[in-house]
Structures are given as structure tokens and as C-alpha cells.
């Protein structure tokens, strides 16, 4: 049985809350993320570029799967010249076209089983936001540009364990989809994974392109879950060593704590994180019930053989990481997680814009295919 018919009443309430939503402009001209060949005398290069196109489609699922450094190299390759290939033929994606590709995401997250109360939701917002923060403001590095999660030994960083789930659910997409890049197709799920879960509308447009090996960022960019309110900001959020009257801070404390509240979807798992359990009792339904049960539940340490954790002392069935309880402590944060426990709407519109920001991060301006982002329609508004 299909979650969709048990989540669409929350949906469509979610859906009409009153919060403001910014009206975006999209952009006829477009950029593309590499040059388009130069004019040729004859069309051998146009064949040869096809050929590609239809190579890569062929071998897309091997070059993916393998683990040879060649492979990956390779597939990499023939990617960036099926795109040129694109470009050739004046292959165009259009807006409707990536809401087709957003269609898709929705039918395949929500087709889960038992997968984690009957959703990909979750871990695909996980996905999104790890390919996106290891951006690193001093060099330019990381970020959702490159999709670099797919090589070793990002795809292996103790802080993205178990998102080989997301990648694999979303590959059967991009086998679907083979123009899209894996930057976009990625940070898209995020926001259909987001809007499907009846979140707030999150402005998103294309540009990434798929990069090598030798992008993966260094270990260590993405937050320690088991560390305090210094180690949030300065680790993630504060790149030093930058030119003077630079600021060093890429998100503030609001737009911190605004993120945190992605915390209200999913569950840890004791393989993959070593900490157990979800964050709220609607896990995979998009609300500010996170900020609601740190201010409301009484948290005790977890008794047990894992990390140190905290749980709610009434039903013991629901946990808070020693990152998240920081936010009713650090007056700073209490701050902003006392009003988005408050207003749901406040903290849609400031997650929606944080979120957005974040899957951002990495990509060069000019690759954008519009100087304003889009706004995607959810399932049950083109049904309406």
C-alpha cells in the first residue's frame, strides 16, 4: 500500500498555511555548464557526439556501479561529451521537463515498503544536504557541483553511511532521465523529497555538471552530531584563512537553525550513524514538530551501549543528538528554535531559503540555467 493516500490530508493542510511565498521570475536565456562546440564543416563531430550520447546510455549503469577508478573516470567523460552532444543538437531541457523528472522523484520515493515507515523521503533529504555542505568557502571546493558523492572515498565518509540507498533509488532515474546531471537530479530529489512530505515550496533551478575523483572533497566538512554550539558554527558554517573584510560565515545562526529543523523527517540508524531513532512521531512528514518536542518533552541521557544520546523520558521512543539539544541551550539558538516552535509558517519560509542556499553551494553562477530560481509544482497541484 502506497503512503502517498495516508500523507495527503497533512499535505494538503501543510500546503495552505499562510506563510508568504516569494514570487519568482524565470529566464528564457540560457547558460550552459560547458561551451558549445564550434561551428564544424561537416557533421562528423555531431555524429561523434551522438555516439556518445548513446554509448553513455548503454554503459551508464556499469560505469556507475563499478568500483575501477578508470570506470568512474571514464563515465565521468562520457557524460560531459553527451552534454556537449546535447548542446550540438539543440537539446534544451525545458522547466517541464525537470518537472517531469520531479514527477518521478515523488512515484519512486514514495514506492519505500518498509523502508523506514514507508519512505525514501528522508534519506533522499539527507543526500541533497550532504552532496551540498561540504562546500568550503576558502578554496571553492565541495558542494553540489560535481556530485562527487558518487567516488571513493567520499561515497565512504562515516557521515554519509547509508546514503548509498538514496543514490541507488535515484540512479533508476537518472537511467530514465540520462540528461540530467547527478548534481541536479540530486539536489532536485531534496526539494521534491521536501514539498511530497508537505513541506514549504523550495526555489530550485539547474546548472550542476557531473565532475572526477579527483573533486571529492577531504573528509570531515559535515557536522559531528556528538559535538556542541562552537564546533556548528566554526566546522560548517565558518571557513577562516579569508581575505580580509570577507565574511567567513556562510550561513548565520538563524539559517542554522533553521536547517536543524530537517530533523523533524527520518531516523538514526545504530548501522550507520551508531545512534538510534527518529525525532519525532511523524517522521516522514514535514512539520516544526522538532523544535515543538525539544521545548515540550523532558530529555534524559540514553542508557545503552551506544553514542551518547538523549531520549524523551515519557515514552523513551524518540531521541535528540547531543548537536540538537545545543539549540535549547546556546542563547543564540534558543532564540530562533523557540520562534519556529511557535510558527510553523516563520519556519517554513526560513528553512525554504536556507535550504535553497545549501543546495547551491559549490556551483559557479554562470552555470545557472536561469538568474532566478524555480518554484516546482507538487503532485496534487498539477492534479488540481
Known sequence: MSFAAIRAPLRRQALSASFKRPQLRTSSFRKYSTEAPPTAKSNTGLYVGLGAVILGGGVAYYLYDSSSETAKVTSSALKSAAQSAKVATNFVPTKEDYQKVYNRIAEVIDDADDYDNGSFGPVVVRLAWHASGTYDKATGTGGSNYATMRFQPESLHGANAGLHVAREVLEKIKQEFSWISYGDLWTLAGVAAVQEMAGPKVPWRPGRIDGFESHVPPDGRLPDASQGAPHIRDLTFRLDFLPYGVSPFIFDDQEIVALCGAHALGRCHTDRSGYDGPWTFSPTTFTNDFYKLLF?????????????????????????????????????????????????????????????????????TQQFVASEPWIMQTVDEQKS
Open 296 to 364: 515540550d518533552e523532558k530529555w534524559v541521557w540514553k542508557k545503552w551501549n551506544g553514542p551518547k544520546q538523549l531520549e524523551d523520558k515519557k515514552t523513551k521512543s524518540l531521541m535528540m543528538l547531543p548537536t540538537d539539544y545545543v539549540l535549547t541551550q546556546d542563547k543564540s539558538f534558543k532564540k530562533y528554535a523557540k520562534a519556529y516552535a511557535d510558527d510553523v509558517d516563520l519556519f517554513f519560509k526560513d528553512f525554504s531559503a536556507a535550504y535553497s542556499k545549501l543546495l547551491e553551494l559549490g556551483v559557479p
